[in-house]
T-cell receptor, first 120, second 115 residues
Framework: DTAVSQTPKYLVTQMGNDKSIKCEQN?????MYWYKQDSKKFLKIMFS???????INETVPNRFSPKSPDKAHLNLHINSLELGDSAVYFC???????????????????FGPGTRLTVL | GENVEQHPSTLSVQEGDSAVIKCTYS??????FPWYKQELGKGPQLIID?????GEKKDQRIAVTLNKTAKHFSLHITETQPEDSAVYFC??????????????FGKGTLLTVNP
């Protein structure tokens, strides 16, 4: 199936631990994103990468470090987890503007199923 | 930066009725306005979008209107069905469509369609 996939779907861990969330897309998109959705459903962008290069970093703490080994993968590593990190994290991807899949300059973002992170 | 306000936060309608969700944005340079539907336990999915050179767009039971002067846009769902129940997000883009393309989301509307 063509899609954006994330692992794991659920992640429960203790404060202070380090954890990673993996994201893969097989849509051939050049741009990938990480979003955080808090308990009130507020969806906020954290990072975006275009062809493995960091484009957007929305004042996210240094404890969060995205890594893009290739343009199909964008993983999120979180150090020294805090209670406030508990949320659902979504990965998304979109084609580069002006490329196939984008007749216009504005392209749909395809979201993964999310990873629910609970920090105890 | 861009700020998107969305109302109402919750909306309950009877099956067959219409539902309207409204959003305002702050950055007059924003030029792309998508709407996403998020079902329980899933990621958001695009349902319709509109660009700033268009005032209205319709896709079957869903329509979106944009008023650039007032900086507001709305989602209209007609003949609602129970499967329309979900959280709906409006968004605005602050990039030019280049690699810094970024969406700013509203806080979401929980729509419940009662059979």
């Amino acid at each position: 199936d063509t899609a954006v996939s994330q692992t794991p779907k659920y992640l429960v861990t203790q404060m202070g631990n380090d954890k990673s969330i993996k994201c893969e897309q097989n849509l051939g998109h050049d741009t990938m994103y990480w979003y955080k959705q808090d308990s009130k459903k507020f969806l906020k962008i954290m990072f975006s990468y275009n062809n493995k290069e960091l484009i957007i970093n929305e004042t996210v703490p240094n404890r969060f470090s995205p890594k893009s080994p290739d343009k199909a993968h964008l993983n999120l590593h979180i150090n020294s987890l805090e209670l406030g990190d508990s949320a659902v994290y979504f990965c998304a991807s979109s084609p580069s503007p002006g490329t196939s899949g984008g007749a216009s300059s504005y392209n749909e973002q395809f979201f993964g199923p999310g990873t629910r992170l609970t920090v105890l | 930066g861009e700020n998107v306000e969305q109302h109402p936060s919750t909306l309950s309608v009877q099956e067959g009725d219409s539902a309207v969700i409204k959003c305002t944005y702050s950055d007059s340079a924003s030029n792309y306005f998508p709407w996403y539907k998020q079902e329980l336990g899933k990621g958001p999915q695009l349902i319709i979008d509109i660009r700033s050179n268009v005032g209205e767009k319709k896709d079957q039971r869903i329509a979106v209107t944009l008023n650039k002067t007032a900086k507001h846009f709305s989602l209209h769902i007609t003949e609602t069905q129970p499967e329309d129940s979900a959280v709906y997000f409006c968004a605005a883009s602050t990039g030019s469509g280049g690699s810094n393309y970024k969406l700013t989301f509203g806080k979401g509307t929980l729509l419940t369609v009662n059979p």
